[in-house]
């Protein structure tokens, strides 16, 4: 029988490949568990690292590469490489490279992208239950917040996104809400007729109808070039996310009115998540808790740093020292969806005790 050349090289090269891979341990061959050590074979974990990672997935951020939910989301990246022993990859694609939340979103349902981090405003548009985090003033501060968070029914809210083809792993810390706008904000007044951008859901929309504004919803990424061209007037979002978007300086005044905590959820599509064995997905869901310390200290920081410099940068801030007016105004959204969110909303109400 006749061989071509390129055939025979090509046959050689893969059967070489396949010693090599055998005399390394790799291939097919389980790098969990037990193996006889050849006298002077290097040790399993260091053989482990050699090979590479097995699994690399990819993580998707909005934010920018110093932004407090990016350096949590490397933290978890990090933390499940040394966990795994190097076996595991995720490479976190800051700055929207990946694309915007709504689409991210999308593709994380399908498998596409394996793990994400977004807003839960956001995923209200896809998981009903979420969209009780857009309700108006329903945590008193963080503090607050973050004791339902760690609660029961924080914690089965969380899991109620594998309905939606997603399993949440960790809560993140996002603030305050505030409105900003091109024209001053002194009084919840002067939001009477402005074109506000939100996050697209239904509980935002009755928001804005509740405050005499409009609610005009699309993507993060689209607002500073809508704010800079006025096709909306105003926006509304925390300190960090006003000033790493540069929205400060389309819409220089800020009113401190604190109408919204949305936290954020760091999560994995649910088709990667059923691939994985039990052990990795509890190394997984460990490393995704513990990167919460590392979010949250960042947030602090970045919080605090962001409100320094848009100051430095000559925004107008009103601050607003009475709630009750803002809080009277929309509190038929609340009792629209009371019923929808019972237990929730009792069990945020318990968390403030
Ligand atoms: C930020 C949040 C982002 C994105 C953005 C928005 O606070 O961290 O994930 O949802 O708000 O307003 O779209």
């Given at each position: 029988?006749?061989?071509?050349?390129?055939?025979?090289?090509?046959?050689?090269?893969?059967?070489?490949?396949?010693?090599?891979?055998?005399?390394?341990?790799?291939?097919?061959?389980?790098?969990?568990?037990?193996?006889?050590?050849?006298?002077?074979?290097?040790?399993?974990?260091?053989?482990?690292?050699?090979?590479?990672?097995?699994?690399?997935?990819?993580?998707?951020?909005?934010h920018p590469a110093d932004y407090p939910?990016t350096l949590?989301?490397?933290?978890?990246?990090?933390?499940?490489?040394?966990?795994?022993?190097?076996?595991?990859?995720?490479?976190?694609?800051?700055?929207?490279?990946?694309?915007?939340?709504?689409?991210?979103?999308?593709?994380?349902?399908?498998?596409?992208?394996?793990?994400?981090?977004?807003?839960?405003?956001?995923?209200?548009?896809?998981?009903?239950?979420?969209?009780?985090?857009?309700?108006?003033?329903?945590?008193?501060?963080?503090?607050?917040?973050?004791?339902?968070?760690?609660?029961?029914?924080?914690?089965?809210?969380?899991?109620?996104?594998?309905?939606?083809?997603?399993?949440?792993?960790?809560?993140?810390?996002?603030?305050?809400?505030?409105?900003?706008?091109?024209?001053?904000?002194?009084?919840?007044?002067?939001?009477?007729?402005?074109?506000?951008?939100?996050?697209?859901?239904?509980?935002?929309?009755?928001?804005?109808?509740?405050?005499?504004?409009?609610?005009?919803?699309?993507?993060?990424?689209?607002?500073?070039?809508?704010?800079?061209?006025?096709?909306?007037?105003?926006?509304?979002?925390?300190?960090?996310?006003?000033?790493s978007?540069?929205?400060?300086?389309?819409?220089?005044?800020?009113?401190?009115?604190?109408?919204?905590?949305?936290?954020?959820?760091?999560?994995?599509?649910?088709?990667?998540?059923?691939?994985?064995?039990?052990?990795?997905?509890?190394?997984?869901?460990?490393?995704?808790?513990?990167?919460?310390?590392?979010?949250?200290?960042?947030?602090?920081?970045f919080?605090?740093?962001?409100?320094?410099?848009?100051?430095?940068?000559?925004?107008?801030?009103?601050?607003?020292?009475?709630?009750?007016?803002?809080?009277?105004?929309?509190?038929?959204?609340?009792?629209?969806?009371?019923?929808?969110?019972?237990?929730?909303?009792?069990?945020?109400?318990?968390?403030?005790?």
């Amino acid at each position: 029988m006749k061989m071509k050349k390129s055939y025979i090289t090509a046959l050689s090269t893969m059967l070489g490949a396949s010693l090599l891979l055998v005399a390394c341990g790799g291939g097919s061959t389980p790098t969990t568990g037990s193996s006889t050590k050849a006298p002077g074979a290097a040790s399993p974990a260091a053989a482990k690292k050699a090979e590479g990672p097995k699994l690399t997935f990819r993580l998707a951020e909005t934010h920018p590469a110093d932004y407090p939910t990016t350096l949590g989301d490397k933290k978890f990246a990090e933390l499940v490489n040394q966990a795994s022993d190097g076996r595991i990859k995720i490479d976190v694609f800051p700055a929207s490279q990946l694309g915007e939340e709504k689409a991210v979103i999308e593709q994380v349902q399908l498998g596409a992208i394996e793990f994400t981090r977004v807003s839960t405003g956001a995923l209200g548009g896809f998981n009903k239950q979420y969209e009780v985090f857009s309700l108006p003033y329903i945590f008193d501060n963080d503090n607050h917040q973050w004791k339902f968070l760690e609660s029961e029914q924080g914690t089965k809210l969380l899991d109620s996104l594998e309905s939606s083809r997603m399993k949440g792993l960790a809560y993140y810390s996002s603030g305050a809400r505030h409105f900003y706008s091109k024209k001053p904000i002194k009084s919840i007044a002067d939001l009477k007729g402005l074109k506000i951008r939100v996050i697209q859901n239904k509980v935002n929309i009755d928001l804005m109808n509740a405050l005499g504004a409009n609610a005009t919803p699309m993507p993060y990424g689209d607002v500073f070039n809508a704010l800079q061209t006025g096709v909306i007037d105003a926006a509304e979002n925390n300190y960090p996310s006003y000033f790493s978007s540069n929205h400060f300086q389309q819409a220089k005044n800020l009113i401190l009115d604190q109408h919204q905590r949305v936290p954020e959820v760091l999560l994995i599509s649910k088709v990667a998540w059923d691939k994985l064995s039990n052990d990795d997905k509890a190394l997984i869901k460990k490393a995704a808790l513990e990167s919460v310390k590392t979010q949250k200290a960042e947030w602090d920081k970045f919080e605090k740093d962001s409100e320094a410099k848009v100051k430095a940068a000559g925004v107008t801030i009103t601050d607003v020292s009475d709630l009750k007016p803002w809080q009277d105004a929309v509190k038929p959204v609340i009792e629209k969806y009371r019923a929808e969110y019972k237990e929730t909303l009792e069990a945020i109400e318990k968390a403030r005790k």
